[in-house]
């Protein structure tokens, strides 16, 4: 047996990613898979690895950990289910994005979401952002309608965080991030947290994998003291975009925009925003 195959045994991966490749329906659009390469979800598609690759990434990780069954599973199309049904049940998740792993849970569960506050060692006054599944959705949660008209679709889905106000008509509770009227949302460009965010038909509560302070993860063994505090642990193998986390950029005021924090996208978030004929903010 290979390394990667022990590997995906030992964390109870391997016959979850053999029955995906083996499905029909979660194959359509991509061809020419074998029966020697695994299925991923990366950015929202679907891409095959070999073993050989699928190792390398592993042994990155350094996943030599004895862990319960069902905590780690893979951050594939087939558990998206155990993943919402973990959401409305008021427990918190480990999650890939398009930049790091982070912990999720209900929104509007002030008992989940007191929790994210606990395993990470937060002050409580300290702001949580939330994830939608899809661009539109954001309209629910906070205003947008002084917004240029595509500048959001032009941004999301992708790795950058948007600060808005959230407005009398926002469903979101009150008693998240109390005393403020702003909330910084993302739609990541990630498949598998964008499907759990529209099954939960709710926005999640979403923020970095690690203890405060300490540096982000890009691979669930960078947070295994954590692992214990969560219902499931989903595996994406290493993120590409090192440690730098989403630009936060704020678009609360008409015609200007504020970069918060540079993260892996200033560059292209800017030049949008300028696009679309914003102002930077000093």
Known sequence: MTICARVLERFNLLRPLNNWAQSKTSLRGVSGVSSGQSLHRKRGFVWVSSPKQMSTNLERCDPGLDMEAGIILSASEIHVGDAINAIKGGKVIAVPTDTLYGFACD????????????????????????????????????????LPHGLLNSLLPGPVT???????????????????????????????????????????????????????????????????HCAHVYDGGVLPSGHAGSTVVDLTKPGTFKILRPGSAREETTSILKRFKLDEAP
């Open 107 to 146: 929104a509007c569960s002030m008992e989940a979401v007191h929790r994210i506050y606990d395993i990470k060692g937060r002050k409580h006054t300290s702001p949580l952002a939330i994830c939608v599944g899809d661009v539109p959705d954001i309209a629910r949660f906070a205003i947008v309608n002084h």
């Open 162 to 228: 948007i600060v808005l106000n959230r407005g009398d008509s926002s469903i979101l509770e009150k008693s998240l991030n109390p005393g403020l009227d702003s909330i910084g949302v993302r739609v990541p460009d990630s498949e598998f947290i964008r499907a759990i965010a529209r099954g939960s038909r709710n926005a999640l509560a979403l923020t970095s994998a690690n203890l405060s302070g300490q540096l982000s993860s890009v691979c669930i063994t960078d947070f295994e003291s954590l692992w214990q």
